[in-house]
Nanobody, 124 residues
Framework: VQLQAFGGGLVQAGGSLRLSCAGS????????VAWFRQAPGKEREFVAA????????RYADSVLGRFTISRENVKNTVYLQMNSLKPEDTAVYYC??????????????????WGQGTLVTVST
């Protein structure tokens, strides 16, 4: 499975961005997918995740109510809609997919394949 994340950019605080994660392969639609982010000098952290069907989602407390994860399996794409962005949301955002997950995981080591990351910069 290969993943490509795109859609990052520079946005003012309070603005919105939508990230996309395009997956290759017929199996992509059967995998859970998550977004993680890594700010300079910090550990990579969980942001949001969605199960294979789109019926179950999980969010980090820091983004709950502001970010929405969704997917279109016919397009092999997962989205992260980010609203009310804050400067502390500035980071490189990575998408990842997990094989064989029973539940929607939030830990990095539970994800098998990673995209290259897309930079989101939120200015004051």
């Amino acid at each position: 499975v290969q993943l490509q994340a795109f859609g990052g950019g520079l946005v003012q605080a309070g603005g919105s961005l939508r990230l996309s994660c395009a997956g290759s392969g017929r199996s992509f639609s059967r995998y859970n997918v998550a977004w993680f982010r890594q700010a300079p000098g910090k550990e990579r952290e969980f942001v949001a995740a969605i199960n294979w069907s789109g019926a179950m989602t999980r969010y980090a407390d820091s983004v709950l109510g502001r970010f929405t994860i969704s997917r279109e399996n016919v397009k092999n794409t997962v989205y992260l809609q980010m609203n009310s962005l804050k400067p502390e949301d500035t980071a490189v955002y990575y998408c990842a997919c997990g094989v064989g997950q029973v539940v929607v995981a939030i830990l990095k080591h539970q994800y098998n394949y990673w995209g290259q990351g897309t930079l989101v910069t939120v200015s004051t």
